[in-house]
């Protein structure tokens, strides 16, 4: 992934409220809010525009994570029709400063979007199905830059929907990866942006022992969360 200056505006001077989001050189502009701020983010301009957008939030059945992906040739309009949507408590929307995004590109990015997401695998989809257009040669080129730019400002702005769970494929320094072998188990993993992981295939013991309960009780109390 090529470097980047981001650079934050906070309208109201606090980072958990509306949030604007740039990178130099790029024709494309973020906007984050809390769902609380519904009815003040379509007042902003940019959201007369076309864009593609992110609804997340926790399914409140079964507390997953819960993420709808959307676009629209008017994201204001599109945003207000979501009002019915319960379970989202915030927003993420990209559009372009030049009003360069026809709605061939917004389906692409939904798209490509949907299907790097469902792969990542951090968050339920709540909209799962999307069209393909068919774009001129050139043209998925660019828009394979602009989604470029979306994985780099979604983190920034507070959301790891597009975000590798074993971290990125490009780690600043190479993480080896870390082996844990008691009795029969075998466990492997490795540190990563976001926290430690444990990698597929991995296997645990099946019985806690009794000196466990006295000597590690936060480490049983997160086993048993974890199962």
């Not at 994201?75 to 995004?101: C, G, P, Y």
Request: overall charge positive; proline content about 6%.
């Amino acid at each position: 992934m090529t470097s980047a200056t981001i650079k934050l505006f906070l309208p109201h001077g606090d980072a958990r409220r509306l949030r604007e989001g740039k990178v130099s050189n790029w024709t494309g502009k973020a906007l984050a809010a809390p769902r609380a701020e519904l009815d003040d983010l379509p007042a902003r301009e940019e959201t007369e525009s076309s864009g593609v957008y992110f609804l997340v939030g926790v399914n409140p059945d079964t507390r997953d994570n819960l993420a709808y992906i959307g676009e629209a040739g008017v994201i204001r309009d599109r945003l207000k029709q979501h009002k019915a949507k319960d379970f989202w408590t915030s927003v993420v929307v990209f559009v372009s400063k030049d009003e360069n995004l026809t709605k061939a590109y917004i389906r692409y990015l939904e798209n490509r979007l949907l299907h790097e997401s469902k792969a990542v695998g951090r968050y339920t989809l709540e909209n799962s199905k999307s069209s393909n257009p068919k774009l001129p040669e050139s043209d998925p080129e660019d828009m394979e830059v602009y989604l470029s730019r979306i994985r780099q400002v979604l983190p920034v702005l507070g959301s790891d929907l597009l975000s590798p769970i074993a971290g990125s494929n490009e780690p600043v320094q190479h993480q080896p990866n870390l082996v844990c072998k008691i009795k029969n188990a075998l466990a492997t993993g490795r540190r990563t942006e976001g926290g430690f992981v444990v990698l597929a295939k991995s296997t645990a013991v099946l019985s806690v022992r009794p000196s466990a309960e006295s000597q590690y009780p936060n480490a049983v109390a997160l086993r048993q969360r974890l199962i």
